[in-house]
Nanobody, 128 residues
Framework: QVRLVQSGGGSVQSGGSLRLSCAVS????????MAWFRQVPEKEREGVAV???????VYADSVKGRFIASHDKADSTLYLQMNSLKPEDTAMYYC??????????????????????WGQGTQVTVSS
């Protein structure tokens, strides 16, 4: 059974940093796409970053240059390092796994419907 368990997040002032973790169990293939999404009330989930089995990463324009997605294959954990945080980054953050390799040269990876498994979510709050 595939499980994604998130940790990290919390509250920080504008300009600060946080790191999110997503521990994956039950999935052993090196053929995947893993992504971070975020959601605020009454809005759709927004794709923030994606990383594939080769380590290729793509970011939404809103976080490019500030967020870094990485995957430690040794401990099967996905990370999102968030720097220079802004109040508009406040949201519930989710990690997600697609058991294939999504094309990263278009916006397919940003659709929540492309992912098979989800973490439970963790809140990030950035105050001004």
């Amino acid at each position: 059974q595939v499980r994604l368990v998130q940790s990290g997040g919390g509250s920080v002032q504008s300009g600060g940093s946080l790191r999110l973790s997503c521990a994956v169990s039950g999935y052993r293939s090196s053929y995947y796409s893993m992504a971070w999404f975020r959601q605020v009330p009454e809005k759709e989930r927004e794709g923030v970053a994606v990383i594939d089995g080769d380590g290729t990463t793509v970011y939404a324009d809103s976080v490019k240059g500030r967020f870094i997605a990485s995957h430690d294959k040794a401990d099967s954990t996905l990370y999102l390092q968030m720097n220079s945080l802004k109040p508009e980054d406040t949201a519930m953050y989710y990690c997600a796994l697609n058991w294939g390799a999504l094309p990263l040269d278009d916006d397919v990876w940003r659709s929540e419907h492309e992912y098979n498994y989800w973490g439970q979510g963790t809140q990030v709050t950035v105050s001004s």
